[in-house]
């Protein structure tokens, strides 16, 4: 039998100055291939991502999906023996993160350029808004500002409404890139001994997901129309209501796939010979009369039969499924893609999903979600504080006094009960 592998980044640490979602969906990643990744967080409360909301056993959901396997110290950074610590920790590691707002990071002293000085060895990424030059890299950004001014907004929704998409769209493509980045990154430091800096804007990630809109529009002259859940340059291409009032996305995409919906599902073979749909194009231009001759059909069919009849035509089709009904999808229950992990406060396991590359060999890692401050004690134990140190420390400000530990009369830092731990 084949011995597993190790983790890949087992012995990469991570520090990171991070909040909201981009920067903590890229650190997270770099979690579950084995990284160190030590979260630093605000005192008095920590990434304000933690209060978004309180659906998951009174933790937020963003932060629960995007802070697993993470170690949180609380650090005022204001305070001059914060900072001493933080510096500390970079001489340490091997890559910094921060997603701070513009400007911030160079006002401390943890620009890129400034930290490579000091730690030629080390891996800046930087996450930003609209990058950090040009006039706009002072103004702040949030998902939604970054789909409206990519043009994104303008895509999606109903012909008589835009509608922002369901997820943060700018803010996980953001942190794709900034994953990917440090990855290569990583991979370029081991091959040639130079350390690259890492920068990723929401606004360039995005900026690239219009790619195929963006040469539409350059080169078509006019932009793809807003059509709800259907396919603005495909036709067939969306939502058909059947007779049992469920709704029944179908795809076609090429020829052979138009001939096999006229002749299996439409029971009209003689529409592939029909001028308005020979093509692509063609039936793009004449959607709305398409779309009325397939609704006609899928309205007499229940939607169970209407998938099997699509089914058999080798059309690519789906139900269009609730958010509960996505949960308990066969393709993940059957191939056992959820595991348990703890949350901070929750009465038992929490479920999430594992990451979605499958590397063969290799366990990725599913730790808890830290509470904020959860490893204060231990990550300055391992920087030489003590315990009269570290209640020093606590007393002043400098970090929060961390629940979880408590120093007992031999000056052990012992570990207290946590749901998380």
């Known amino acids: 039998m084949t011995p597993p592998f190790p983790l890949p980044l087992a012995g990469i640490t991570v ?55 993470k170690e949180s110290l609380t650090l005022d950074l204001k305070a001059p023996e914060g900072r001493e610590i933080l510096d500390e920790l970079l001489a340490g590691a091997d890559v910094f993160v921060q997603n701070l707002a513009p400007g911030a990071a160079d006002r401390m002293g943890l620009g890129a350029a400034e930290l490579q000085a000091r730690h030629p060895s080390l891996i800046p990424c930087t996450v930003s808004g609209y990058g950090t030059s040009g006039s706009w890299s002072g103004r702040k950004a949030y998902d939604l500002l970054i789909q409206c001014q ?34 290569s990154a990583l991979f370029t430091r081991a091959t040639t001994g130079r350390a690259p800096t890492v920068e990723i804007s929401l606004f360039d990630a ?6 195929q ?31 049992d009032g469920k709704d029944v996305m179908l795809s076609v995409q090429n ?23 020979a093509t692509g194009p063609d039936r793009v231009a004449h959607r709305e009369e398409l779309n009325a001759i397939v609704a006609a059909r899928f309205a007499r069919l229940g939607s169970e039969e209407g998938m099997e009849l699509l089914e058999a035509a080798g059309i690519a089709h789906a139900g269009v499924n609730s958010v509960a009904e996505f949960l308990e999808h066969p393709a993940l229950a059957e191939r056992e893609r959820w595991r348990d992990i703890s949350v901070p406060g929750a009465p038992g396991p929490v479920q999430a999903l594992l990451p979605p590359v499958d590397l063969g060999g290799v366990t990725p890692r599913m730790d808890p979600v830290p509470a904020a401050g959860r490893h204060t004690a231990q990550i300055l134990a391992g920087l030489g504080r003590g315990p009269a140190d570290i209640e020093r420390l606590c007393a002043r400000g400098v970090v929060d006094r961390p629940d979880p530990y408590h120093v007992d009369t031999s000056g052990d830092i012992v570990p207290g009960q946590d749901n998380s731990s």
């Open 15 to 69: 520090v990171s100055l991070e909040q909201a979602v981009a920067a903590p969906f890229a650190t997270r990643q770099l979690a579950d291939l084995g990284a160190r990744v030590i979260k630093v967080e605000r005192p008095g409360g920590g990434d304000f991502a933690r209060r978004y909301d309180t659906t998951v056993h009174g933790q937020a959901s963003y932060f629960v999906w995007l802070n697993r396997s």
């Open 206 to 211: 995005l900026a690239e997901w219009m790619s």
């Open 150 to 183: 990519t043009g994104l907004l303008s895509l999606t929704g109903s012909p008589d409404e835009p509608a922002r998409s369901g997820i943060s769209v700018a803010d996980i493509a953001g942190g794709m890139y900034a994953y990917s980045g440090i990855l």
């Open 213 to 243: 809109p963006a040469y539409y529009t350059r080169y078509g002259g006019t932009q793809p129309p807003r059509v709800g859940a259907q396919h603005a340059t495909i036709a067939p291409y969306g939502p058909f209501t059947a007779a």
């Open 255 to 277: 020829e052979r796939e138009w001939a096999a919906l006229c002749a299996t599902v439409l029971g009209r073979p003689e529409l592939v010979d029909e001028p308005r749909f």
